[in-house]
C-alpha cells in the first residue's frame, strides 16, 4: 500500500509512506477526524479487518479484526465503515453475506 500527498510546491503527488498488506484490499479509510483528536489512523479490509497508524517515518500494524474463533478459513471482507460518532466501532460486511 502506498499513501500519498500532494506536494504544493510542485503541484504533483508524490509516496509520503508505504507497507506490505499481507492480502489485497478490498477498502481502505481514515479515521473520521473532524476535531484532529485522534492519531493518524487507516483501516484496511480484505482477509481481516486491520487498523494501522500512520506515523512520518513508517506505518505500523495497530491491531487485526477476526471474528473467526472456530476455522482457518475466513469469508473476506467486501467493505466496512468507520462510526462518525463513535469512531471506536467499525462495521464490515462479508463475501458470505453477514455483517
Not at 481502505?28 to 481481516?48: E, F, R
Not at 477476526?66 to 482457518?72: G, I, M, P, R, T
Amino acid at each position: 500500500v502506498q499513501l500519498v500527498g500532494l506536494d504544493e510546491e510542485s503541484s504533483e503527488f508524490i509516496c509520503r509512506n508505504t507497507f506490505d498488506h499481507p492480502y489485497p484490499t478490498t477498502k481502505l479509510m481514515w479515521i473520521p477526524d473532524t476535531k484532529g483528536v485522534y492519531p493518524d489512523l487507516l483501516a484496511t479490509s480484505g482477509d481481516y479487518l486491520r487498523v494501522w497508524r500512520v506515523g512520518e517515518t513508517e506505518t505500523r500494524l495497530e491491531c487485526l479484526l477476526n471474528n473467526n474463533k472456530n476455522s482457518d478459513f475466513c469469508a473476506p471482507l467486501t467493505s466496512f465503515d468507520w462510526n462518525e460518532v463513535d469512531p471506536y466501532l467499525l462495521g464490515t460486511s462479508s463475501i458470505d453475506t453477514t455483517c
